[in-house]
C-alpha cells in the first residue's frame, strides 16, 4: 500500500489518490470527504495501520485538529508532522502553552456576525457537552427555561456594554434577584453585578433612543430582556430557578477556574489559537489526553471540536480553500449529538473526519438515550469503514451485515436401509442466503507484530463502491514496518 501527496498551496483535485488501497483502488480526497471509522480491537494495529493515512493528509498538505486520549498521543503527532516536513505547522494547546481561545468571544466577534440565538445554541451543546448528554434527559420545559435564561443574559450584558464571556454571564446570573424583595433592597443595588448591568444598560438605550439607533446599537431585546430580569426571574418558583441556574453554573463553572479557564479565557500575554488557523496549514493538537486530565480533557476537547466543526462549515470548500482534517482516537470520549448533524455538511465543507474506536458499544454508550439510534446516524455517514481484529461480537455482526448476504449453494445428504439391509442414499442441494463474510472472520484478521510479519490485515467497506475485485469489500494489509 503506497500513498501520493498531491496538494500544492491548498489547492487539490478531488479525485487524485491520497492513499493507495491497494494497485487498482485509490483512496481520494473525495473519499476523506466523506468521512473514515476505524473499528479494532486492543492490539489490533489500529495506530501503525492509521499511520498512513495520518501521513497522507500531512504530506498532502492538510490542516487539522487531533484530539487526544493517551499522553503518547501529542509526541507522536510531533514525530510524524516532522516525518512529513509539517514540524513548524504544529500549534500544541494545553494549559501552559502560550495559547488560548476565547469561544464566547470568538463566536461574538466573527465576520459573518452573531446572533444571541446562535450563541445560546452553542452554549446549549456545550452545557450538553459538559453533562454527558444529560440536559436531553430532563423535561424539556426546563431546557426551554435554561435557553431563555442564558438569551436573556447575552441580551442584556451586549446592551449594558459587556464582553460576553462565561465569566459574565455566571457573573450575572448569580448575582440577579431572586425575589422582588430583593430587587428593591440597598444591598442588590450595591453588590450586585446584575443590577450593575442593568442601570448601564438602561442607560445606554435611553441615549440610543434619543440619536435614533436602538436598531444598529443592538437594542432591539431591551425590553424583553429588562422585563425578564426584573420581573420574571424574580418571580419563578425557587426550585424551577434553582435547577435552570445550576444547569447552566455546574458548567460555567468547569470553563472559570482552573485548567479550563487557562485555556478558554482571553488573556493578552497569550496568542489566541482559532480553529480557522487550520485553513492556514496549522495541525492543532489538543495536549489534554483524557487518561491524564480525566473530565478537563473530555471537555476542554469537545468543546474545541464543537467551535471547530462550526467555524470549517461556514467556509464552503473550494478549489482555493485548504482542506482540513479532524482526528479521533478513542472517539467515544469525545463524541455528541452534533457529529451527527456535522457529518451532514463535513464534505461540503472539505473536512475529513477520521475516527477510530474498539467497537460499536463504547458509541452507544457514551451517546446517552437512543445510543444504537444515534451511533448508526453517524455511522451511516461515515463512507469508509475499516475493520481490523475484533473480538466483540456486536461489532463483528453488524460488520458482516452492513457487507451483506448472498445465495449460496448447500448440499445435504441421508442414508437409510432397508428391510433386506440394502444402503440408500439420497443428495439434496439447495439455496441458502449467507453472509458474504461471517463475523467469526473479523476475530481471524491480522493483528501485525512479529508473529504476523508485522502485518496488519483489515477489510474496507465504503459505501456504494464496488471495488477492483468485483467486490462491495477489499481485504488490504497494512506493513507495520
Excluded at 20 to 44: A, C, H, K, Y
Excluded at 133 to 157: C, H, W
Amino acid at each position: 500500500m503506497t500513498r501520493h501527496g498531491m496538494i500544492d498551496n491548498g489547492t487539490s483535485v478531488l479525485d487524485t489518490p491520497l492513499v493507495m488501497l491497494s494497485e487498482n483502488d485509490p483512496w481520494t480526497i473525495r473519499d476523506s470527504f466523506e468521512g473514515v471509522q476505524v473499528f479494532g480491537g486492543t492490539g489490533s494495529g489500529k495506530t501503525s495501520s492509521a499511520k498512513i493515512f495520518a501521513m497522507a493528509f500531512l504530506e498532502a498538505g492538510y490542516g487539522g485538529l487531533v484530539l487526544t486520549v493517551k499522553p503518547e498521543e501529542t509526541e507522536q503527532w510531533q514525530d510524524w508532522a516532522k516525518e512529513a516536513g509539517r514540524e513548524n505547522h504544529i500549534v500544541t494547546i494545553n494549559p501552559s502553552c502560550s495559547y488560548y481561545f476565547d469561544f464566547l468571544e470568538y463566536e461574538a466577534n466573527r465576520l459573518d456576525g452573531s446572533d444571541t440565538q446562535t450563541t445560546v445554541s452553542l452554549l446549549m451543546l456545550i452545557v450538553e457537552i459538559a453533562n454527558g448528554g444529560s440536559v436531553k434527559g430532563r423535561e424539556p420545559y426546563f431546557e426551554l427555561a435554561l435557553r431563555q435564561m442564558q438569551t436573556n443574559a447575552i441580551d442584556l450584558l451586549k446592551c449594558a456594554g459587556e464582553t460576553i464571556t462565561v465569566e459574565n454571564m455566571y457573573r450575572l446570573i448569580v448575582t440577579a434577584p431572586t425575589s422582588m424583595s430583593r430587587l428593591g433592597s440597598e444591598e442588590f443595588r450595591e453588590k450586585s453585578y446584575c443590577f450593575s448591568c442593568l442601570n448601564n444598560a438602561s442607560d445606554n438605550y435611553d441615549k440610543a433612543k434619543d440619536i435614533n439607533n436602538i436598531e444598529e446599537l443592538h437594542f432591539e431585546d431591551f425590553d424583553i430582556a429588562f422585563l425578564y430580569w426584573t420581573n420574571e426571574f424574580p418571580n419563578l418558583s425557587e426550585k424551577t430557578r434553582s435547577i435552570i441556574v445550576s444547569m447552566f453554573t455546574t458548567t460555567a463553572d468547569s470553563f472559570i477556574r482552573g485548567n479550563l479557564k487557562k485555556l478558554f479565557i482571553t488573556d493578552s500575554n497569550k496568542q489566541p489559537a482559532p480553529p480557522d488557523i487550520a485553513r492556514k496549514g496549522a495541525i492543532i493538537i489538543l495536549d489534554l489526553p483524557v487518561k491524564k486530565r480525566d473530565n478537563v480533557g473530555k471537555i476542554g476537547q469537545a468543546v474545541y471540536k464543537l467551535m471547530f466543526q462550526k467555524a470549517m462549515e461556514r467556509t464552503p470548500y473550494t478549489g482555493d480553500v485548504r482542506p482540513v482534517f479532524i482526528w479521533s482516537d478513542e472517539n467515544q470520549f469525545f463524541i455528541n449529538s452534533y457529529d451527527l448533524e456535522f457529518q451532514q455538511t463535513a464534505r461540503s465543507a472539505g473536512v475529513a473526519t477520521f475516527y477510530l474506536t474498539q467497537n460499536i458499544p463504547n458509541y452507544h454508550v457514551n451517546l446517552g438515550d437512543k445510543g444504537d439510534v444515534k451511533a448508526n446516524s453517524l455511522l451511516g455517514n461515515l463512507s469508509t469503514k475499516i475493520f481490523l481484529a475484533q473480538p466483540d461480537t456486536a461489532t463483528n455482526e453488524w460488520a458482516a451485515k452492513l457487507i451483506g448476504e448472498s445465495w449460496q449453494l448447500q448440499t445435504s445428504s441421508s442414508s437409510s436401509f432397508d428391510p433386506a439391509n440394502e444402503a440408500r442414499m439420497s443428495a439434496n442441494i439447495s439455496e441458502h442466503k449467507r453472509h458474504i463474510i461471517e463475523p467469526i472472520e473479523f476475530t481471524q484478521l491480522h493483528r501485525g507484530g512479529p508473529k504476523n510479519n508485522y502485518i496488519v490485515s483489515a477489510i474496507i467497506h465504503q459505501i456504494g463502491r464496488t471495488w477492483s475485485t468485483g467486490e462491495n469489500f477489499l481485504v488490504t494489509y497494512f506493513k507495520q514496518k
